[in-house]
């Protein structure tokens, strides 16, 4: 076996064990992971499997492939948060297998291992692991189509290329057809001449795309007419062309420049650097001709487009990585590096350290969550003087990546929950009111994930005030604010504290409430109390 072989086997067995750890550990997030788990829960309970719903309301905004992957799952496993956000862990590691082979097809073996490592551990990519949301699927699919039309045409064989165009068509039915013209645009880019070539390929297999990509949005049209053909052209078109939020041209144009360099984090410092390199080596461009096109064709369209959220981005970090690990490889093959290109590895990998020291020491988290971090100090010393430096330091960058994503999943995301009190909320609930007929009201405002723990209809706003709630007609489940008790006929089944301060999806923020929370600082979170009338 060939030694990058062995280091491919062993790397992505580490992958997958990061990967794997503490799937279901954590309740479900706010906002979009809540908007999933709950249609998908619906659509369980319902058995229809063609439309799907939130809180009991029609859900046109997403196709369906992301719920059909979850809902699959759920049914093999059970419902539960482990089952839901287990298919996107698989088309998690799937998409870093595919990086790995993708840099092997078209430059070599030990590219394709770089690329797949540097990939593997970029911030916003190995965040999403465990994010019931159709960006992963989506990445997996865009980025599987790409190497098997790369495949389809280094061998002359349209057989992938056919494949690539059906898994290109499950790409659709995940995000939409905007994909569609995005992969068009990047395959006809990198090869010109492939038009002349495969014109009756390129023909059937948009075809074949089509039916497979088309087959829901054209079901949904007839069946739903207007009320889904709005949402379609809200969701596309309008976030495509419609009128553009705050922010100059400058900002605009910076959006995922800047979005990048926390996105493909620890690597994005590296890539910037190499990215100069490239731009002035008329060969190195060539050589890389298809990731820098697969990376511009998303930084133009997403930068024009007036929709604007940093998770568009994700399905060019395939490319990235691409573009970093042939650089590191091939275009100093000599091992030479200067100070600049050291402290593009050296500082994001001192802030990771720092982070993760500062994150086990201040929430008095277990000391043995350090191990990670001793063990790669170890493994690097021992390595240093049997590597090349430019591939030791991205082996070491990885590895304190890869340590510090042991801590999180074992040690911070375990700390967040115990202020999480949502699946308190649903066993009380389950146990206390097994009456799914029976709604939930809360004052005040709308909690996403509430549906899917409730088990039933949640009503809640700025509008449902504790008066309008009470004298609202017919039994019902409520969580009402403050600590008392002023209608004596109602029954307390639990009281808690929940956050209150901006959704928990701001994650960095969040985690400072708990912390002020774990110091004694309640502020803010509110009390509430669930009480059954």
Avoid at 287 to 308: A, H, Q, R
Wanted: proline share 5%; glycine share 8%; aromatic share 18%.
């Amino acid at each position: 076996m060939h030694r990058q072989s062995k280091q491919f086997y062993i790397f992505y067995g580490l992958i997958v064990l990061i990967y794997a750890l503490n799937i279901g550990g954590n309740a479900i997030w706010t906002t979009h992971e809540a908007y999933y788990a709950e249609a998908v829960r619906e659509m369980l309970e319902s058995g229809i499997w063609s439309e799907f719903f939130f809180n009991y309301e029609p859900r046109f905004q997403k196709p369906p492939m992301t719920y059909w992957l979850m809902g699959a799952s759920a049914v093999v496993l059970g419902l539960s948060e482990f089952s839901l956000r287990l298919p996107i862990v698989i088309c998690s590691l799937l998409t870093v297998l595919v990086v790995y082979h993708l840099g092997k097809l078209l430059y070599s073996e030990k590219i394709g291992l770089i690329s797949m490592l540097i990939f593997s551990m970029s911030l916003q990519f190995v965040w999403f692991r465990h994010y019931a949301s159709p960006e992963i699927p989506l990445t997996f699919f865009l980025t599987l189509s790409f190497y098997w039309f790369c495949k389809g045409n280094k061998s002359d064989d349209p057989r992938w290329i056919y494949g690539a165009f059906i898994i290109l068509g499950l790409a659709v039915l995940t995000k939409g057809f905007p994909y569609l013209i995005l992969f068009f645009s990047i395959v006809i880019l990198s090869d010109l001449s492939f038009l002349k070539r495969k014109t009756s390929t390129l023909i059937y297999g948009l075809l074949l795309c089509g039916f497979i990509g088309l087959s829901w949005p054209v079901y949904m049209a007839i069946n739903q007419g207007n009320d889904y053909t709005d949402v379609l052209f809200a969701e596309t078109i309008g976030r495509a062309m419609g009128k553009t939020a705050g922010g100059g041209f400058i900002e605009k144009l910076l959006f995922y420049p800047q979005t990048l360099l926390w996105s493909v984090f620890p690597f994005s410092l590296v890539f910037y650097y190499w990215l100069i390199r490239i731009l002035q080596k008329k060969s190195w461009r060539s050589e890389l001709s298809f990731p820098l096109i697969w990376l511009l064709v998303f930084l133009v369209v997403f930068t024009i487009s007036s929709g604007k959220l940093p998770v568009y981005i994700l399905q060019a970090h395939p490319a990235i990585a691409l573009i970093v690990g042939y650089s590191i490889v091939h275009l100093f093959s000599d091992g030479k590096t200067n100070f600049l290109l050291i402290l593009s590895f050296a500082f994001p990998a001192v802030l990771i350290v720092v982070f993760t020291s500062g994150a086990i020491i201040t929430l008095s988290l277990s000391w043995l969550l350090f191990l990670p971090l001793v063990v790669l100090a170890g493994l690097s010393i021992y390595f240093y003087p049997k590597t090349k430096q430019l591939e030791w330091l991205t082996f070491t960058e990885w590895g304190v990546m890869a340590a510090t994503m042991f801590v999180i999943s074992l040690g911070l995301m375990p700390w967040v929950e115990q202020f999480r009190p949502y699946q308190k909320i649903a066993s009380t609930i389950e146990h206390e009111v097994p009456d799914k007929s029976v709604p939930l009201y809360i004052e005040g405002r709308f909690l996403d994930n509430l549906p899917y723990y409730a088990g039933r209809k949640v009503i809640g706003g700025t509008e449902w005030t504790e008066a309008k709630i009470l004298n609202h007609p017919g039994e019902k489940l409520v969580l009402l604010k403050g600590d008392r008790q002023e209608a004596e006929t109602g029954e307390i089944l639990w009281q808690g504290l929940i956050h209150a301060k901006g959704p928990e999806d701001h994650f960095f923020k969040f985690i400072r409430d708990c912390y002020l929370l774990a110091e004694g600082d309640s502020s803010r979170f509110m009390v509430y109390r669930l009480m059954s009338f």
